[in-house]
């Protein structure tokens, strides 16, 4: 059988009192785009730390290939971190920067610069090379930081929140970007965020972290789709629980359950009630938010409880949008687009 790229066992970490990582086992692929995701403090940052070898584990085991290298340093394992603070160095070319991984390796000049050259393009900034990081924008720096990361060809590259500190629109360019040069390069990227979108978009596979354990790991539409706890089904996505006795009046059946936005038909109260395989609840809808493209609706049930719905804008105008406060809805989805979610706390 294949090794994975990241294997870890009963991984632990703690700093005096606080206990970061609380007992983490997790296997990443060859080859895969992979996120941890998670709230802040939820030890995502020091997990990575841990296969970087910047820490120290309390207890357990980390394997990078099939190579147990829980007590290795940083430079002997396979391994290249990018931060959010890109950490250049200032006084240098984005040339130099670039190259600075291979001068440390003693590389030999003329291969450097080409291989410097090389790393450039695969992150489009040929031209760039004599500027020094003041004369680039985050977007750019960002890139040069990519390309020093990947000019080494390591095996395993984990990225620190690398796009946090990029305004918005860059941001999602950048994401495109990042898993299209992952796709090219075939490294493994272990790639740390708490911004569920970010997730979503770019990951093969995603790990849900929460006081220092994992909830769940599975593919963004397993996650998504198919949460495995509510905190999950929270965390990833708009928060859309019908739980107890609300659960009971609207499906004929006690426990929690998740419904996303999107599955849910906002129909007039006096609807036919009767599609075969759809539950419905009525209510009265409380808030109304216009997103552009879409409109969510917060909606109290009568059954008990509040549900989010979201509505495309086919033929919405503005105006009839600030018209659905206070009226009476019918709210109809599919009975499989209520997923139970086994209570874990
Ligand atoms: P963020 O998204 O804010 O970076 P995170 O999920 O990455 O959060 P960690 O940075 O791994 O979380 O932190 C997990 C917990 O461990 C937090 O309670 C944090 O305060 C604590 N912690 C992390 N590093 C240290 C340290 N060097 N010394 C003491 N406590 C630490």
Not at 117 to 140: H, I, Y
Not at 178 to 205: C, N, P, W, Y
Not at 272 to 281: E, Q
Request: charged share 30%.
């Amino acid at each position: 059988m294949e090794s994975s790229a990241v294997r870890l066992r009963g991984l632990r970490k703690s700093f005096g009192e606080t206990t970061a990582v609380d007992g983490v086992d997790l296997d990443i692929r060859d080859g895969e785009f992979f996120s941890m995701l998670g709230p802040s403090g939820s030890g995502k940052t020091t997990v990575l730390r841990l296969i970087a070898g910047f820490e120290t584990p309390t207890a357990g085991r980390i394997e990078l290939a099939g190579r147990d290298v829980t007590r290795l340093a940083p430079f002997e394992r396979d391994v290249h971190t990018v931060f959010q603070d890109y950490a250049l160095f200032p006084h240098m070319t984005v040339e130099q920067n670039v190259a600075y991984p291979l001068k440390i390796r003693r590389v030999p000049r003329a291969e450097r610069l080409a291989r410097a050259r090389e790393a450039l393009a695969e992150v489009r900034l040929d031209g760039f090379g004599r500027r020094r990081p003041a004369q680039l924008s985050g977007g750019q720096r960002q890139r040069v930081a990519l390309a020093r990361a990947l000019v080494g060809r390591p095996r395993l590259l984990l990225l620190d929140e690398p796009l946090g500190a990029l305004d918005l629109k860059l941001r999602e360019q950048m994401q495109v970007e990042l898993k299209a040069l992952q796709r090219e390069v075939g490294i493994t990227f272990v790639f740390v965020t708490h911004d569920q979108e970010e997730a979503l978009t770019m990951s093969d596979r995603i790990a849900v972290f929460r006081q220092g354990r994992i909830e769940q790991v599975g593919t963004p539409a397993e996650i998504y789709e198919r949460p495995a706890t509510p905190f999950v089904a929270s965390f990833v996505g708009t928060s859309n629980l019908l739980r107890g006795e609300a659960a009971r009046r609207v499906l004929g059946e006690e426990g929690t359950y998740s419904v996303r936005p999107e599955k849910i038909r906002v129909l007039k109260e006096s609807a036919d009630a009767d599609d075969p395989g759809h539950v419905c609840a009525v209510g009265t809808v409380a808030e109304v938010v216009y997103l552009g493209d879409t409109t969510r609706l917060l909606v109290d049930l009568d059954a008990g409880g509040r549900l989010t719905a979201l509505q495309q804008n086919l033929e919405t105008s503005a105006e009839d949008v600030a018209a659905y406060r206070g009226t009476r809805v019918r709210l109809q989805w599919h009975r499989r687009h209520a997923v139970r979610v086994p209570d874990s706390d």
